[in-house]
């Protein structure tokens, strides 16, 4: 049996957070592995706004190459529908019913658990990681997780994490005005989207 993290999202683009979350994620609770996996059409975001799926599944493949136990998967692309995570799961443990599944998100993420679809299927599948990235005491996070596990069932576990400041928006942001995020990506990242001007305007 293997523990597999799932990170989940639009990756547009990925960054060092999205890294830092994971690595936190597999040290703390000894996972086998993480699949990064990004979403088609996620359900929360205005899929016309949301990067080409080609270049956001290339700059996850550069991210996690250099790390043994980052997995990219297509897993969700493959899929024409709209992804959501309850289904996804639901058919993860369908084929892969001897390994133990880990979903991990943010504490953004989190406070919006209980407005997503079918949150008692994401609970009965997979083990929520909730990583702390410094925006809200740990206190809280334990108090909405509690919240979620009483009202949902299933298993909510806080994981700590050093505060970085960093979100895909922002990046988009500063990558339209020409400003340099340099330590915002990694470096094959960093690389790829100055070398193909990527998400500059006009």
């Excluded at 639901?90 to 407005?115: C, H, N, V, W």
């Excluded at 009965?124 to 702390?132: C, P, W």
Aim: proline content about 4%.
């Amino acid at each position: 049996m293997s523990k597999i993290g799932i990170m989940g999202g639009t990756f547009d683009p990925i960054h060092l957070a999205h890294l830092a979350m994971a690595r936190s994620a597999l040290c703390q609770k000894n996972l086998d592995q993480v699949w990064f996996m990004p979403s088609k059409h996620p359900p929360h975001k205005d899929s016309s706004r949301v990067s080409d799926e080609k270049l956001r599944s290339l700059l996850v493949q550069l991210a996690v190459k250099e790390e043994k136990e980052f997995v990219y998967s297509d897993y969700e692309l493959k899929r024409e529908e709209i992804t959501y995570t309850a289904k996804t799961l639901t058919m993860l443990r369908k084929e892969y019913p001897a390994d133990e599944f880990f979903f991990i998100l943010g504490e953004d993420s989190l406070a919006q658990l209980d407005q997503w679809y079918h949150p008692e299927i994401i609970l009965s599948h997979a083990v929520i990681l909730a990583v702390n990235r410094g925006n809200i005491s740990l206190e809280e996070m334990e108090r909405q997780a509690g919240t979620l596990t009483d009202k949902y069932g299933g298993t909510i576990e806080v994981i700590p994490m050093k505060r970085l400041d960093i979100s895909s928006s922002m990046i988009r942001k500063k990558l339209a005005a020409g400003e340099d995020v340099k330590d915002m990506l990694p470096k094959s990242v960093y690389e790829y989207i100055c070398t193909h001007q990527c998400y500059r305007v006009g």
